[in-house]
């Protein structure tokens, strides 16, 4: 069945560093994916997204590279801020289907 | 331009009464979906719907949950005879459109069941 799963469960930085989450997922139909961004206690926050036509997309200080070959998604923080402290989700759908597939989630730390 | 609303934020329900919890979605999007969390877990698909239709469930469970989005007023999704697995955070999200558009999801309502 399809799965999207993420490498670490746990990613710590000095606050500055870049930080580098990384997601594989299954669903070779999938071809939108999402990076969300969730505090504690809050819903999950849109941070950034990429559609299966493009390698690399760029944001404000967060860039989601997408390898179709190997099925891996990864979201990059340059320059890590205690703000960026929280758990980060890849969620993947497929074309015309609203559901979408979530990871178990990253939680990031960001040490000052 | 207020996001996606939920309420109540937080519920507390004993065995065996119903939940309902509410959501209203952005102003202009017609698309909401449910998603389900447990305690140190992603969020799980539940069901999506648009106006007075339900358009994928394929992640309800198939006794005691339902939801609907009717024409007016906000989307419902109702728990009957709540039992302690129950206990989660409830999500919904919305979108103008299905496929190709961000959903962006509310606050959540958390559920506790004693």
């Known amino acids: 069945g399809e799965s999207v799963g993420l490498h670490l469960p746990t990613l710590s930085v000095q606050e500055g560093d870049n930080s580098i989450i990384n997601c594989a997922y299954s669903n070779s139909a999938s071809d939108y994916f999402i990076w969300y961004k969730q505090e504690s206690g809050k819903g999950p926050q849109f941070i950034i997204d990429i559609r299966s036509n493009m390698d690399k997309r760029q944001g404000q200080r967060v860039t989601v590279l997408l390898n179709k070959t190997v099925k891996h998604l990864s979201l990059q923080i340059a320059a890590t801020q205690p703000g960026d402290s929280a758990v980060y989700f890849c969620a993947e759908r497929s074309t015309n289907a609203g559901k979408s597939t979530f990871g178990d989630g990253t939680t990031l730390t960001v040490k000052p | 331009n207020a996001g996606v609303m939920q309420n109540p934020r937080h519920l507390v329900r004993r065995r065996g009464q119903e939940a309902r919890l509410r959501c209203s979605p952005m102003?202009?999007?017609?698309?909401v979906y449910w998603y389900r969390q447990l305690p140190e877990e992603g969020l799980k698909f539940m069901v999506y719907?648009?106006?007075?239709?339900?358009?994928?469930e394929s992640g309800m469970p198939k006794e005691r949950f339902s939801a609907e989005f009717p024409k007016e007023g906000p989307s419902i999704l109702r728990i009957q005879q709540v039992v302690r697995g129950d206990s989660a955070a409830y999500f919904c999200?919305?979108?103008?459109?299905?496929?190709?558009?961000?959903?962006?999801f509310g606050p959540g309502t958390r559920l506790l069941v004693l």
């Open positions: 102003k202009g999007h017609s698309h």
């Open positions: 719907l648009q106006k007075e239709n339900i358009i994928d």
């Open positions: 999200a919305s979108s103008p459109l299905a496929a190709q558009e961000t959903q962006y």
